[in-house]
């Protein structure tokens, strides 16, 4: 699941003029007020961390100040449905390989590394309570604390932002919709109006976006899309949406699903059902969890719809128990 939010994301920062609205939108005022006018220039920015696994900085970008200096902006998408307590870790590693990068063989270069702001992206289910700086992760003193540098990132928590406000510019506001309500339960119809209505003829990004709420929303169905493109969008139903959904469908994710890719549709399912039971009655119960794993395939849509309306959790499977009785 988090490869979709992934490639939603990267496609949205694709375009150089879309990831520059993107930082000026979240870049701390007095900071965005000093970047020039060009769009800001994609770096490489593939790494190896130290454990050897392969982490992939989602967008690293060099712009340039208006007093003629440079800055690089590293954005990363933070996925999980609850912060990562290692973030702060994590992101001073990913700037320490990124100035490594820099610096290469020419160790002189180690006097001029340039100035590195991370952008933590963040949609996740709960509010978001990591300290945004490995100083506040120290057990020191104050007198300690004061000997020490600070390292801080930007939380950039697009969940309690107002839709209108997700940014200044109509498709980048489109593409954030999607990540912002994927782990709440959205009327479907009044998301994809929302989002079509913002998204730009032809665009490349629009398709992606199409793509992801097709794989990451079981509610919303191929025809849903399209009456709703029409609704919005009138006599251009066959352009963005029907590629998203050729492309979709083609993958095997069509209703009734196609050899092995049941299993992650199952398991999508499965995920929108926890999704919806934490969202209205917190954490799920063990017992819950334990039936939801024993339900069936064609038995999901009907536990995903009961869980958005049951009374408890374990009215979800209140027919159950009630043919048990009888």
Partial sequence: MGQQHDLLFRALLDDPVRAGILI??????????RLGDEPPVPLDGSFVDRT??????????????????????????????????????QV???????WESFVGDDASRMRRLPPVIPLVFYHGRGPWTVPT???????????????????RYVVCNIVPIPDDQL???????????????????????????????GLRDGS????????????????????MMRTVNG?????????????????????????????????G????????????????????PPEVEARLLQASPDRLDTLLRRSLTAASPEDVFADEERRQDS
């Avoid at 992939?56 to 007093?67: I, K, M, Q």
């Avoid at 399912?269 to 954490?283: D, M, Y």
């Fill in 24 to 33: 000026r939108d979240y870049l701390p005022a007095d900071i965005a007020a």
């Fill in 52 to 89: 050897l696994t392969p982490s992939w900085v989602d967008r690293l970008f060099s712009v340039r100040l208006r007093d003629g200096g440079t800055l690089l902006i590293y954005v990363l998408l933070e996925h999980k449905s609850h912060p990562d307590p290692r973030t702060p870790l």
């Fill in 92 to 98: 001073l590693g990913y700037l320490v390989d990124i």
């Fill in 133 to 151: 700086s490995v100083i506040d992760l120290i057990g020191a003193d104050e007198g300690l604390r004061d000997l020490l540098r600070d390292f």
């Fill in 167 to 197: 940014s200044s510019d109509p498709e980048v506001r489109a593409a954030l919709l999607p990540l912002k309500y994927v782990y709440r339960q959205p009327d479907p119809e009044m998301l994809l109006e929302a989002v079509l209505s």
């Fill in 204 to 223: 490349p990004l629009a398709q992606k976006v199409l793509y992801y709420m097709l794989e990451m929303y079981p509610r919303i169905s191929v025809d």
């Fill in 231 to 263: 609704r919005v969008r009138p006599n251009r139903e066959k352009d963005m949406v029907s590629l998203a959904a050729q492309q979709w469908l083609d993958e095997g994710r069509a209703e009734g699903w196609v050899g092995g890719k049941a299993e």
């Fill in 265 to 284: 549709r199952a398991e999508g399912k499965l995920e929108s059902i926890r999704l919806a039971l934490e969202t209205r009655f917190g954490l799920v």
